[in-house]
């Protein structure tokens, strides 16, 4: 008789520990690029839509002082605003020019108090001519 031996040759499949962790670990650091991507992206957004509201506040502001009928006097003026649910601060400064049938017009816009002059979110220059 002869015997017959049966040697299993098994192949092993899957991954090993090690590799395992190594994918989780390169997964990890792509997800948190991801998400401090995601994060920046929709600071910018917030930011660029608070630049814009602020820059139509401004806009609405100059249109205002151009349709008006009376002469711009000299001076600053601070009104407070609502826009987009939010309250919005328009500071006015009416200045003078060599030209003395212009002025020139200076309008920040807060989203909050208007005391810190540095601070506006927008700044719109322009002239005003008299009519």
């Given at each position: 008789?002869?015997?017959?031996?049966?040697?299993?040759?098994?192949?092993?499949?899957?991954?090993?520990?090690?590799?395992?962790?190594?994918?989780?670990?390169?997964?990890?650091?792509?997800?948190?690029?991801i998400?401090?991507?995601?994060?920046?992206?929709?600071?910018?957004?917030?930011?660029?839509?608070?630049?814009?509201?602020?820059?139509?506040?401004?806009?609405?502001?100059?249109?205002e002082?151009?349709?008006?009928?009376?002469?711009?006097?000299?001076?600053?003026?601070?009104?407070?605003?609502?826009?987009?649910g939010?309250?919005?601060?328009?500071?006015?400064?009416?200045?003078?020019?060599?030209n003395?049938?212009?002025?020139?017009?200076?309008?920040?816009?807060?989203?909050?108090?208007?005391?810190?002059?540095?601070?506006?979110i927008?700044a719109?220059?322009?002239?005003?001519?008299?009519?």
């Amino acid at each position: 008789m002869t015997g017959r031996r049966y040697f299993s040759k098994t192949r092993q499949t899957g991954f090993t520990l090690l590799e395992v962790l190594v994918a989780l670990t390169m997964f990890a650091v792509v997800a948190v690029m991801i998400n401090t991507r995601s994060a920046s992206a929709m600071n910018n957004l917030a930011r660029i839509k608070e630049k814009t509201f602020a820059l139509w506040l401004a806009e609405n502001k100059a249109a205002e002082l151009r349709l008006k009928k009376q002469w711009p006097s000299v001076g600053n003026a601070i009104d407070s605003v609502d826009m987009a649910g939010r309250e919005w601060y328009v500071d006015t400064d009416v200045l003078e020019t060599p030209n003395k049938n212009l002025r020139r017009v200076v309008i920040r816009i807060y989203e909050n108090d208007a005391d810190e002059k540095d601070n506006s979110i927008v700044a719109l220059y322009t002239f005003v001519g008299k009519h």
